[in-house]
Nanobody, 117 residues
Framework: VQLAESGGGLVQSGGSLRLTCTTT????????VAWYRQVPGNQRELVAT???????TYSDSVKGRFTISIDNAKNVVYLQMNNLKPEDTGVYYC????????????WGPGTQVTVSS
């Protein structure tokens, strides 16, 4: 699986983190991309999406605080997270919502984000 998330960590409420998803040019050329988060015991939740045309959508819980972006020169997808809240805690994953990986249940290792109150 050519998806590798990084950049998570422990941060206080109100703080910021930038997550990075390293992938391939091939993957980005074929797929929309998205960030998901998962809390133990729950299903993965869609947080942010960017289409190949650059359109973005966000879940209501993160709208106005998170920003998804792509650096095509580096083949990375970012998730800038500002004004973090304890409920943002979870493991964050990137994937393509209709990609070969997603449809077969292939995911990267994820990156843990913990927001303390």
């Amino acid at each position: 699986v050519q998806l590798a998330e990084s950049g998570g960590g422990l941060v206080q409420s109100g703080g910021s983190l930038r997550l990075t998803c390293t992938t391939t040019e091939h993957f980005l050329s074929l797929n929309d991309v998205a960030w998901y988060r998962q809390v133990p015991g729950n299903q993965r939740e869609l947080v942010a999406t960017m289409t190949r045309r650059g359109s973005t959508t966000y879940s209501d819980s993160v709208k106005g605080r998170f920003t998804i972006s792509i650096d095509n020169a580096k083949n990375v997808v970012y998730l800038q997270m500002n004004n973090l809240k304890p409920e943002d805690t979870g493991v964050y994953y990137c994937n393509g919502p209709r990609s070969y990986y997603f449809l077969r249940g292939y995911w990267g290792p994820g990156t843990q984000v913990t927001v303390s109150s």
